[in-house]
Nanobody, 117 residues
Framework: EVQLVESGGGLVQAGGSLRLSCAASGLSFDDYGMGWFRQAPGKEREVVSCISSTGTSTYYADSVKGRFTISRDSFKVYLQMNSLKVEDSGVYYC????????????WGQGTQVTVSS
């Protein structure tokens, strides 16, 4: 059974930092690109950042460029979030996409990030 488990969310003041982690099990982690997505109340889920299966290619939404950094190791993907803004609040999900596919096929349960002003 594939499992993605996020952790590291919480309440932080604007300007602060958080580091999210997503632990993967039940899949060949090196075969999967990983992504972080977020969903704010009343809004659709949006992509925040992605990293390729090899870790050599990354993508960032314009809204987080220069503030967030995605990385991965043997079985986890991380999202370092600095200079957090109120609008970064939401539930953050990690997803896994096989390198041969175009869709994210596995999702975690999400972790709440709340940034206060």
């Amino acid at each position: 059974e594939v499992q993605l488990v996020e952790s590291g969310g919480g309440l932080v003041q604007a300007g602060g930092s958080l580091r999210l982690s997503c632990a993967a099990s039940g899949l060949s982690f090196d075969d999967y690109g990983m992504g972080w997505f977020r969903q704010a109340p009343g809004k659709e889920r949006e992509v925040v950042s992605c990293i390729s299966s090899t870790g050599t290619s990354t993508y960032y939404a314009d809204s987080v460029k220069g503030r967030f950094t995605i990385s991965r190791d043997s079985f986890k993907v991380y999202l370092q979030m600095n200079s957090l803004k109120v609008e970064d609040s939401g539930v953050y999900y990690c997803g896994a996409r096989h390198w041969t596919g175009s869709q994210y096929s596995y999702w975690g349960q999400g972790t709440q990030v709340t940034v206060s002003s």
